[in-house]
């Protein structure tokens, strides 16, 4: 007999509300939860077939080693003993610069990172790689200088706005936002809204869209300073915004003035009359945008970004109910400040962290050189550098190079097959708890518990405890008194969390505040233990020292009234607070509205500069903009060493799912690996549909069966970034990384230009 079960999608930040028809410890069906405060009757593509991520023959059952040439089974106390004893080794010869971490957490996941950066601060490095490096380095930074706040990216009003701007981005295909369809077709229905999407793809999202901006491959930024210079010129600018909130809008104005705005729309291939529109549209409408990977992984994606969140100043839209807002975020990240000298710039390529995380590009020759501080030692967890990070060959030999590589995981990866020791992990379907670092709706605040709807096959453990369990064995932690796993008990037993939160601090306390940044470890160890999940207690504990406004709380009452601590303590209203919204969420598998956004006091709450003002100026943009003229950018756009076309590493397509997936079953009805390209660019070439040719880089060659298509414009073709991956012994497609270079990243901050990489396509000749 089936059983419909609730949970939340895991595949995106998205978390959009699933119902899971269970059989057998089988999920056999999967439909949108129309009970879903999220999501609604919406689910994407990646939802429905997420039972594919849950079944596959190639699920890792128990702990392994690497024996010579093949693995070993063994046990989780022999790896506990065996890893602990050679990273204790490694660090205690070459201190805690040669141990890093990659991964922490996959899509929508974030008790992993809640006990990952914990470990990692415990042996004193700083050395975290998240997929927020790849992307997001270039936003978070920008963030930082103009808010003072890294983790801070913004997104549209889309209740309120009356203009949706997706730059760089197909959200109808992509799913970046809540409920993507149905809003975008709304607004794109709506006489009295517009739809304006700037890319130079006639994706799906532009195909609906009043107004295309078809800009050329790579001229964002100057498409960008060319535009915010034609606002000043015709005098559009919102001057009474500038003045009230902005700092440095004197010398930031100076960027823009005297340039030669038509010469620089010539280079990016957008007509004065269209641009002038454009600019009139921004200047007298509420608009808010989405930025998405055509930006962040394009050239110059840190100068995009900043130049972006400067048009909103000038436009008056930033931190502005109706146009961009940041979304609440449950808990935050780091401000990485990187002249700080606190902060570790990697020897080798010089290169810093954002928010805490470093670019994964930087990854192999940190580990590869032969300095005394490179990279000795990594802990991976649900992540496959190996075909998700720059450069796939550089990867694989710098993942070899390391003396100790463990990689956690629910299958088999390309990544999993280079490690020395492999830990089996639950998929987030088969554990109960875990919660979603972002919050992507406004002005709702909601927060989830993931509901695991089938039990894991084999010994998998939850990465997040695997991390404490980990820390525990390497000594990294004191032995944990019996009075805090009973304390942890009783609080599972009586729903009195606070009197165990109580004891947990004072234990740290007792220890002159030691231990502080390990507190997740320690509740994992004991709440998580008790409540037989880790990422359930990082659920609660992430509540619990969120940093919610307290005037944005709902009333969840009546879980606040009445706890006896309050008498004592009434300072800790605010905790028990939180804890309520825990309990509501607890009773609510699909997720619970706790708060409302703040919206009254947007600008006072997320600007972190002392002055409460958009700092608009700063000394790296001032050197970068200087090379951003059309002269300069015509020279950089041209192509050379051979190359004729531009690849853009990545694409979304209805056909693609996701690299999480893996499962070759869920391609059973479609084959989206192939190469798209402009109907007029195969003509000149002679191609066919459907014919195989060759794709060539600086770094390899792959063979692609052509698609034409009028969704790409002239010069720039794309590819899939879903392949690449070997399933029980047959490869599935070439992946788009073998293609790419870890050393061809943004110059400011690090992020990869996968959707800017020169290559030469070529009819294949056979011998």
């Given at each position: ?14 978390t959009c509300g699933l119902e899971m028809e269970v059989e057998d410890n089988r999920i ?126 913004l997104e549209p009003d889309d209740k309120n706005c009356e203009v949706l701007i997706f ?574 270079d870890h050393r061809d990243l943004d110059e400011l901050t690090g992020n990869a230009k ?14």
């Amino acid at each position: 007999m089936s059983e419909w079960k609730k949970t939340l999608c895991n595949l995106c930040a998205m978390t959009c509300g699933l119902e899971m028809e269970v059989e057998d410890n089988r999920i056999i069906n999967v439909r949108p939860d129309p009970s879903s405060p999220s999501s609604e009757c919406y689910c994407c593509r990646k939802g429905r077939s997420a039972k594919y991520f849950v079944e596959n023959r190639e699920r890792i059952l128990y702990p392994k080693k690497r024996v010579g040439d093949h693995y070993e089974r063994i046990s989780w106390e022999q790896a506990y003993a065996e890893i602990a004893a050679k990273a204790n080794a490694i660090l205690k010869a070459h201190g805690p610069r040669s141990r890093a971490i990659i991964g922490g957490g996959g899509g929508a996941t974030g008790a992993a990172a809640a006990t990952a950066q914990p470990f990692l601060k415990a042996i004193g490095s700083q050395y975290f790689f998240n997929p927020i490096g790849v992307e997001f380095m270039g936003i978070f930074w920008s963030c930082g200088r103009i808010f003072g706040d890294q983790f801070h990216p913004l997104e549209p009003d889309d209740k309120n706005c009356e203009v949706l701007i997706f730059w760089g981005s197909n959200s109808y295909v992509s799913h970046q936002l809540p409920n993507a369809r149905p809003m975008i077709r709304d607004f794109s229905r709506d006489p009295d809204k517009m739809v304006i999407v700037v890319d130079p793809r006639l994706s799906e999202t532009a195909r609906m869209a009043d107004m295309h901006i078809q800009v050329r491959p790579g001229s964002d930024s100057l498409f960008l300073r060319a535009l915010i210079a034609l606002i000043l010129e015709k005098g559009w600018q919102n001057r009474d915004f500038l003045y009230r909130y902005c700092k440095d809008w004197a010398r930031a104005r100076a960027w823009f003035l005297d340039f030669d705005i038509d010469g620089a729309l010539e280079v990016c291939g957008v007509s004065r009359a269209q641009a002038e529109k454009f600019a009139r549209i921004l200047t007298t409408k509420k608009w808010g945008m989405h930025q998405d990977l055509g930006l962040y992984f394009g050239r110059q994606s840190t100068l995009s970004s900043y130049l972006c969140l400067l048009l909103m100043a000038v436009c008056g839209t930033l931190l502005v109910p109706g146009g961009n807002i940041p979304p609440v975020r449950i808990i935050t990240l780091d401000y990485s400040d990187e002249y700080d000298p606190k902060v570790w710039r990697m020897p080798v390529t010089g290169r810093f962290p954002v928010a805490g995380m470093y670019p994964e590009g930087a990854l192999p020759d940190e580990v590869l050189g032969d300095n005394e501080d490179r990279i000795r030692m990594a802990f991976c967890n649900m992540s496959n550098p190996a075909r998700s990070y720059p450069d796939s060959q550089k990867m694989e030999e710098a993942l070899r190079h390391l003396e100790l590589f463990v990689a956690m995981d629910c299958v088999e990866t390309e990544t999993t097959r280079l490690a020395d020791y492999v830990l089996p992990t639950p998929s987030a379907y088969e554990v109960g708890g875990d919660f979603d670092v972002f919050a992507f709706h406004y002005p709702e605040i909601l927060y989830f518990s993931r509901r695991g709807v089938v039990k894991a096959p084999g010994e998998a453990r939850e990465d997040a405890m695997v991390y404490a369990e980990l820390a525990e064995a390497m000594g990294l932690i004191p032995k944990l008194p019996q009075y805090l796993y009973d304390a942890a008990e009783e609080a599972v037993r009586t729903g009195d969390r606070i009197t165990y939160f109580m004891k947990v601090v004072g234990w740290i306390a007792k220890g002159g505040m030691k231990y502080f940044d390990q507190a997740a470890i320690i509740i994992a160890l004991t709440l998580g233990k008790a409540m037989g999940s880790a990422g359930h207690a990082m659920c609660w504990a992430a509540l619990l020292i969120s940093k919610l406004p307290s005037r944005a709380i709902m009333d969840v009452q009546p879980d606040t009234k009445g706890h006896p601590i309050l008498a004592r303590l009434p300072g800790l209203s605010e905790f028990c607070t939180m804890d309520a919204a825990f309990a509501l969420v607890d009773r609510h598998p699909e997720g619970a509205v706790i708060a409302h956004s703040d919206t009254e006091h947007l600008m006072e709450r997320h600007i972190k500069h002392k002055d409460k003002k958009f700092h608009l100026w700063c000394k790296e943009i001032d050197e970068a903009i200087k090379t951003l003229t059309p002269e300069h950018e015509a020279e950089a756009l041209n192509l050379k060493d051979g190359c004729n076309m531009i690849l853009s590493a990545g694409r979304h397509s209805d056909g693609g799912m996701n690299t999480s997936m893996r499962n070759p079953g869920s391609y059973r009805f479609r084959d989206p690996y192939r190469l798209a390209m402009n109907p007029e660019d195969a003509a000149e070439f002679g191609f066919t549909d459907g014919e195989t040719v060759r794709v060539t880089t600086k770094k390899g060659s792959i063979r692609i069966p052509v698609e034409i298509t009028w969704q790409t414009s002239r010069g720039y073709c794309l590819i899939s970034h879903h392949f690449g991956l070997s399933y029980e012994g047959k490869a599935h497609g070439m992946h788009i990384n073998y293609l790419t270079d870890h050393r061809d990243l943004d110059e400011l901050t690090g992020n990869a230009k996968w959707r800017y990489t020169p290559c030469r396509v070529e009819k294949i000749q056979e011998v």
